[in-house]
Nanobody, 119 residues
Framework: QVQLVESGGGLVQAGGSLRLSCASS????????MGWSRQAPGKQRELVAR???????TYADSVKGRFTISRDNAKNTVYLQMNSLKPEDTGVYYC?????????????WGQGTQVTVSS
């Protein structure tokens, strides 16, 4: 079964740190890119960070210098290290993966994990 399994998240004070993990599972899955998006209450979902199979990395301007995305190819896992967290980072964080399986490309999303930053 092809899945995206997220972990991490929680409640942290402003200035603190959290790390999110997202593992891609499933047989015969090729991954083009993985990343994280977030959605704050009343706002649209926005890209936070993305890393491609060629290690090209994209960050939202609002998180540059504070967040770091990385991946472990052996584990098909992507990580998001979030430092110097701010209350405006609060939201549901969704893992996203663009993957090839069952003879076609899929744009898959995880179930989401809540990140709450208190002031």
């Amino acid at each position: 079964q092809v899945q995206l399994v997220e972990s991490g998240g929680g409640l942290v004070q402003a200035g603190g740190s959290l790390r999110l993990s997202c593992a891609s599972s499933g047989r015969s899955v090729a991954i083009n890119h993985m990343g994280w998006s977030r959605q704050a209450p009343g706002k649209q979902r926005e890209l936070v960070a993305r890393i491609t199979s060629a290690d090209t990395i994209t960050y939202a301007d609002s998180v540059k210098g504070r967040f770091t995305i990385s991946r472990d190819n052996a584990k098909n896992t992507v990580y998001l290290q979030m430092n110097s967290l701010k209350p405006e980072d609060t939201g549901v964080y969704y893992c996203n993966a663009y993957r090839y399986y069952s003879s076609e490309w899929h744009d898959d999303w995880g179930q989401g994990t809540q990140v709450t930053v208190s002031s």
